[in-house]
């Protein structure tokens, strides 16, 4: 088992930066690849930016790509979103996921464990 924690959300105003994390506890982490999904009310949860199990490779969404970056440290069992540029479309709850594998999958059934998501909010 994998229990996974998040914080650092908040409400930001357009332009500004977040860095949420998620830390991670049970089983050895680096065994694990990552990634951060968010949902908006009324929508779908989506995929946002996913990091290897090596730290080594990182994936983005079309949307945060160029202004979000997602890193881990591995001996910390942290892994990170660092948001900056934020925009009224990215409020949403921001969740982080783990699978035992080494590449993100996109597709969120592909995780097994999630933490109990962090809120967003970005004010125009």
């Known amino acids: 088992q994998v229990q996974l924690v998040e914080s650092g959300g908040g409400l930001v105003q357009a332009g500004e930066s977040l860095r949420p994390s998620c830390t991670a506890s049970?089983?050895?982490?680096?065994?694990?690849?990552l990634a951060w999904f968010r949902q908006a009310p009324g929508e779908e949860r989506e995929a946002v930016a996913g990091i290897s199990r090596n730290g080594e490779t990182s994936r983005y969404s079309y949307s945060v790509q160029g202004r979000f970056t997602i890193s881990r440290d591995n001996a910390r069992n942290t892994v990170w979103l660092q948001m900056n540029s934020l925009k009224p479309e990215d409020t949403a709850v921001y969740y982080c996921?783990?699978?035992?594998?080494?590449?993100?999958?996109?597709?969120?059934?592909?995780?097994?464990?999630w933490g109990q998501g962090t809120q967003v909010t970005v004010s125009p």
């Open positions: 996921a783990a699978v035992r594998t080494i590449m993100p999958p996109i597709i969120q059934d592909n995780y097994d464990y």
């Open positions: 049970g089983r050895p982490f680096n065994d694990y690849a």
